[in-house]
């Protein structure tokens, strides 16, 4: 029996091919992410979230899946998905995209890759979206071959990400931009790499085009980072919060529009091009959002880990909403949230009352991101 058999629910949730390797490099704990086991647990979150923003972390992504959406109306198709605008987009860039249902509920909010003109891949949150395309492809009318392909991503998070990076493919990889993609080798091993991440810090996603080289190509990225301060990692709660990035199925998910969250930026209702949800995203418009996300600083003694449970948050003794995602920072001590509360009381300065695990505490609304609000690092 190997060290890995302690971990596992059957052979239904898949496993990455780094997960052999994160286990080697510390892993004690996973959960699940589009039916595939993502280390959560590499010792304190704390430390993990230090060793993120003083110096890099490499954290295996490969829940990330990737639909892959090839043919003549490959493009088409993919505007069809979302209310963000492509019309602009070349090859060999990225965008973050909302994917909605006919009601205006957003399914995804991934990171669109453009590898040709016809030719891209969608890099998920959790959600089935796989299944959603392929089922949309059917009576489309539309020339598309939709699957998952055999991608893998890693994440190269932190301000020393691009020294890593560099020692890896050279001087060149350091003039990628940010949201742009490039493919590369590495050893032979044959990848594609985008200046993006879900850190909020400068970063890199590795994505492994031939899952037969996992193992090697964690342990090469290990050996030439760790002289420059590399640590194996997972993605880091505190820091996605502080940047105010969303979690699916935990700050959005079925029953969340585009405006309740302020991403009127990424729906586009003038365009020429349809696509699945623009009635609805027109009348929410026009009516204006029912609820609305807001950061919150909650006034008790520090979390002890993230919430597990939507808290409910209170005013004049009447629920108004719910806290989605908090957690302690330790950079600036305070505990801080996301929230989803009704409209008419997200108001900036307002002071409302937290049913927390602990008890009742009060908190502040505020303006989100925590830190850094123009991503001035991860863009830099």
């Known amino acids: 029996m190997t060290q890995t058999d302690d971990f596992g629910f059957g052979t239904q949730i898949r496993k990455s091919p780094y997960f ?14 589009n039916h595939m086991y993502i280390p959560r647990d590499f010792g304190d979150p704390e430390q993990n979230f230090w060793n ?52 205006g509920g957003i399914l995804n909010d991934p990171i669109l890759l453009r590898l040709a003109e016809n030719h891209f891949w969608i890099s998920l949150a959790d959600s089935d979206i796989l299944l959603w395309a392929q089922g949309l492809a059917v009576h489309s009318g539309m020339d598309v071959t939709i699957g998952e392909p055999d991608v893998s991503p890693l994440q190269l998070q932190g301000p020393k990400s691009g020294e890593i990076m560099r020692a890896l493919f050279g001087d060149s990889i350091l003039d990628l931009k940010y949201y742009w993609l490039r493919e590369l080798d590495l050893d032979g091993i044959p990848l594609l790499v985008s200046r993006t991440g879900w850190s909020s810090e400068l970063g890199y996603e590795i994505y492994l085009r031939d899952s037969a080289h996992g193992d090697a190509l964690w342990e090469r990225i290990m050996a030439t980072g760790m002289p420059l301060g590399l640590k194996p990692g997972h993605t880091s709660s505190i820091r996605r919060i502080e940047g105010g990035m969303l979690s699916y199925h935990a700050d959005a998910d079925i029953n ?14 003038d365009m020429q091009a349809d696509f699945i949800g623009k009635a609805a995203l ?55 949230a996301l929230a989803m509360v009704s409209a008419e009381f997200a108001n900036i300065g307002a002071e409302v009352e937290v049913l927390t695990n602990t008890g009742a505490s009060r908190a502040i609304l505020v303006d989100r991101p925590f830190y850094d609000p123009k991503k001035k690092i991860a863009a830099a």
């Not at 052999?20 to 992410?33: C, D, L, N, P, Q």
């Not at 990737?66 to 019309?87: C, H, N, W, Y």
């Not at 520090?302 to 920072?329: E, Q």
């Open 20 to 33: 052999e390797a994160t286990v080697r490099w510390g892993a004690k704990g996973f959960s699940v992410y």
């Open 52 to 103: 993120l923003v003083n110096d890099a972390i490499l954290c295996d992504v490969a829940v990330e899946r990737q639909v892959e959406i090839t043919g003549p109306d490959a493009a088409k198709f993919v505007q069809m998905l979302t209310p963000r605008d492509l019309s602009k987009m070349a090859v060999g860039q990225c965008k973050y995209i909302l994917i909605t249902n006919a009601a």
């Open 256 to 269: 969340t529009n585009p405006y309740e969250l302020g991403l009127d930026r990424l729906v586009d209702l």
């Open 282 to 336: 027109r009348r929410i418009q026009e009516q204006g959002a029912r609820r609305k996300q807001v950061g919150l600083i909650i006034d008790c003694a520090p979390l002890k880990g993230p919430n597990t449970t939507f808290w409910t948050i209170n005013k004049a003794g009447a629920a108004i909403g719910k806290v989605t995602s908090a957690v302690y920072s330790p950079r600036l001590q305070q505990n801080i």
